[in-house]
DNA sequence: TCCGTTTTGTTCTCCCGTTCACAAACTCCT
DNA sequence: AGGAGTTTGTGAACGGGAGAACAAAACGGA
């Protein structure tokens, strides 16, 4: 409102809106495959399971993207949203720890398909190297630091045994790595300027049981 | 909705504060597992990664279980948060969509370890029938609602593609499933009463993403 | 017993995020 | 051209969670 250069994306976006971009992006590129060229935040809003007016103040961190009385151009709110992610680039990843999980991710289409590009699978076990996984060599940990400066990978995802997790993180720290995808258990300690993000299967279900044994309770009364 | 009577369990417990104490659950392990007998505030949370005034917090809503002075008593206080959570029960799971994810969580230690048993593995692929994974024989999809009732199944896991898994979830509500963990894509629409959690791979790597790229812009500067 | 030390449980304040509600802005129809 | 109908963008109220700070409680030593 006050003083907003075109050119300065000085737009300080709140975390839990960063957090529902791509799942606008998502909702939006489905729409447009669907032939829907414009719509609604009401619409928009169902599509991505949230409230409209959240929707709405979300996109308004991003600019003025839309048109009062008509709704949002679809494909280029789409654009916009993934410019404003960093989409719209290509992100060169690196996955260490190729056991069970790390086979799904290697697997997993929904990296490639929105700009993340796995560069390398690497793997501490010998017995894993050359092993083929979703058309990548798996290569030693050790190559980590020349596979980086390579590629210039800045995220790295973790799926190791938790024991090896923070050994990992420390090396990939070490070779330039600032952001981290963590899936093993326990609390990574990085240092400032390194975002860490973790996904942690059991802790998900263990929520999913309290709220089940409350339900149970509720039943017997 | 149903009115919640005054036999509720008294303690309204945050949502924020439920996310958390499996956190604290697995550092209360770890450190019972080390021999560590008692565990100040400090400790506990420095182990979780929290800050001490925030689980102190948190542990408050379970009730009294530290003593002033001295700190918590590691086994009292992981039996306390277990039960609350519900985890000393034993809660069967069914997995549905046995592809690359779904053979890494019917893999994945950390489920049988906290309570959950993987009861039966699920694919609509009759190509996949038969085959043996963790141990368990996959078997067809329609078998959901025998299995639900055999085993009294409350939570199932869908780890589907996007598009089969809307269906997945009405099925399984269908058959009394209340608690769905949702990997598939896209958004779930679900009555009242079930609790959907769902883990979206990629938007955790976009979420990183539009840090990197702020990072990145910021150097140039 | 009494005092100093340690650590919990809790209160208070601040901040972030959600939601409501409405004026501004645009389209369409007459 | 003008009014009716839509829909966005945003100011304001509201609720919940995070962290600082402190009083209460327990222990240990003299």
Request: aromatic share 6%; net charge neutral; proline share 3%.
């Amino acid at each position: 409102m006050t003083a907003r250069t075109s050119t300065e994306s000085a737009r300080d976006i709140p975390e839990a809106t960063v957090a529902r971009l791509p799942v606008y992006l998502r909702a939006l590129t489905t729409l447009s495959e669907a032939g829907t060229g414009t719509c609604s935040s009401e619409a928009l809003a169902a599509a991505a399971g949230v409230n409209s007016a959240k929707l709405r103040k979300d996109l308004s961190y991003l600019g003025s993207y839309g048109t009062r009385g008509v709704g949002y151009d679809v494909d280029y709110l789409r654009y916009q949203i993934a410019r404003e992610i960093g989409v719209t680039q290509d992100w060169p990843v690196v996955i260490v720890g190729i056991g069970n999980l790390g086979h799904a991710l290697a697997n997993y289409s929904g990296f490639r398909s929105r700009g993340f590009r796995t560069v390398a699978l690497l793997d501490a076990d010998p017995a894993r190297h050359g092993e083929m996984v979703a058309g990548i060599q798996v290569r030693p940990f050790v190559d980590l630091e020349s596979i980086v400066a390579e590629h210039g990978v800045a995220i790295g995802v973790i799926a190791t045994p938790a024991v090896a997790a923070q050994a990992v993180a420390d090396r990939m720290v070490a070779c330039g790595i600032t952001s981290i995808l963590n899936f093993a258990a326990g609390v990574l300690s990085v240092p400032a300027g390194v975002d860490v993000r973790k996904v942690d299967l059991s802790v998900e279900l263990q929520v999913l049981a309290y709220h089940e044994q409350r339900k149970a309770q509720g039943e017997l009364a």
